[in-house]
C-alpha cells in the first residue's frame, strides 16, 4: 500500500468498493487510478472479484499519481439467503494461503460460466466458452462476462437484458456458485492482518443478521452504496454504530454505464479508512 505522494495535500474522501479489467471491471487498474485522481479522491480499495491480480499496477500509479491504494478483493460467501459479498482489506499480496484460495474460487467461477454456457446453449442461444473467455481477457470470469458475450454476438441488446432473460437468479440458465463459509473467509483475511466488511446488504442488513456475522468475524458494515436508499443509510448506520462495527462506503465502480454509478459517488470521509486500519489484527504465521 502507498500513501500520497509528500507535496500533494491530503483529499477528502476516498472510495473503498472498485472493480477492474482483473474481474468485471472496464478500465485497466492503473487507469482507474488516473480516474479516482481526476474525481479527486485521496485513496481508493481495488476490490475485484476473487483475485488481486490488479493490486499492484494500481499501486504503482498511484505512487506517481498522490493516490493511496489499499488491497482488497470482494467475496462470495454463503448466507442465510443465499450469496453475500464480502470486502476484504489490506490482503497482502505475497500470501500463498490467500492464493490458493482465490484460485479455487476462480476455476469455480470458470466452471459456472461453463454450466451457464451450456444451459444457454440447450436454449437454442448461439455461444460458446471461448466467447465468454475472450470477454474476461484473463481475468476472473463472472455473469457480466457472460451478459457481454450475449451481447456481443447479437443476442441481446443490452447487458441488463442478458440478465433479466438469461442469467439473473430465478431466470432459465442461472447457476448457483459454490460458496464458502463466512467464517472461513473471515478467518483467512484476519489471520493475514486484514479486515471484512459486508457489501451492499440493503434490506437483508438487519440487526440479528449484523449480530450472526459479528459472531463470525464481521469488521465494518459497507453503510454508503449507490443502491442503498438513504433511509436504509441511515439504518445501517445506526445499526453498525450500535453494534461497534466500522463503516465502509463505495461507488461498487465497474465502468460508465448509462445510470450506472459515479466513481467516488458516496462521499466517504477519509477517516473511516484509518478506522479500519486500526482495527487490523497483526498477521499470523501462514501454514509452510
Known amino acids: ?13 476516498v472510495d473503498l468498493h472498485l472493480h477492474t479489467t482483473a474481474s468485471d471491471g472496464s ?6 487510478v488516473a480516474r479516482a485522481r481526476a474525481a479527486g479522491l485521496a485513496a481508493i480499495a481495488i476490490t475485484d472479484h476473487d483475485t488481486t491480480a490488479g493490486v499492484a499496477a494500481a499501486i504503482d500509479a498511484g505512487a506517481r499519481l498522490g493516490v493511496r491504494v489499499v488491497s482488497g478483493c470482494e467475496f462470495s460467501v454463503a448466507a442465510p439467503w443465499g450469496e453475500m459479498h464480502l470486502l476484504g482489506y489490506f490482503l497482502p499480496l505475497d500470501s500463498p494461503d490467500l492464493e490458493d484460495f482465490l484460485a479455487r474460487c476462480r476455476r469455480d467461477r470458470e466452471r459456472r460460466a461453463e454450466d451457464m454456457v451450456t444451459r444457454l446453449r440447450a436454449h437454442g442461444v448461439p455461444i460458446e466458452v471461448r466467447d465468454v473467455a475472450g470477454e474476461a ?8 462476462h457472460v451478459a457481454r458475450a450475449l451481447l456481443r454476438r447479437g443476442v441481446v441488446g443490452t447487458v441488463e437484458e442478458a440478465f433479466d432473460r438469461f ?3 430465478g431466470r432459465p440458465c442461472f447457476v448457483e456458485k459454490r460458496l464458502p463459509a463466512f467464517a472461513e473467509v473471515a478467518d483467512l483475511v484476519h489471520r493475514l492482518g486484514g479486515v471484512v ?3 451492499h446488504l440493503g434490506e437483508r442488513g438487519t440487526r440479528a443478521a449484523l449480530r450472526r456475522f459479528q459472531a463470525e468475524g464481521l469488521d465494518a458494515v459497507e453503510t ?3 443502491a442503498h436508499h438513504p433511509d436504509r443509510c441511515a439504518w445501517l448506520t445506526e445499526s ?3 453494534l461497534g462495527l466500522l463503516r465502509t462506503g463505495g461507488s461498487d465502480w465497474h465502468g460508465d454505464p448509462a445510470g450506472g454509478y459515479s466513481l467516488g459517488s458516496q462521499d466517504v470521509p477519509i477517516d473511516w479508512l484509518e478506522a479500519l486500519e486500526d482495527r487490523r489484527p497483526a498477521r499470523a504465521t501462514e501454514a509452510s
Do not use: F, K, N, Q
Not at 137 to 144: C, D, E, K, L, S
Open 167 to 169: 442469467i439473473a437468479r
Open 1 to 13: 500500500m502507498d500513501r500520497p505522494r509528500d507535496g500533494v495535500p491530503p483529499l477528502a474522501t
Open 240 to 242: 453498525a454504530l450500535a
Open 197 to 199: 466488511s459486508a457489501a
Open 27 to 32: 478500465l485497466a487498474p492503473s487507469e482507474l
Open 224 to 226: 454508503r452504496h449507490p
Open 137 to 144: 481477457a484473463g481475468g476472473a470470469v463472472g455473469r457480466p
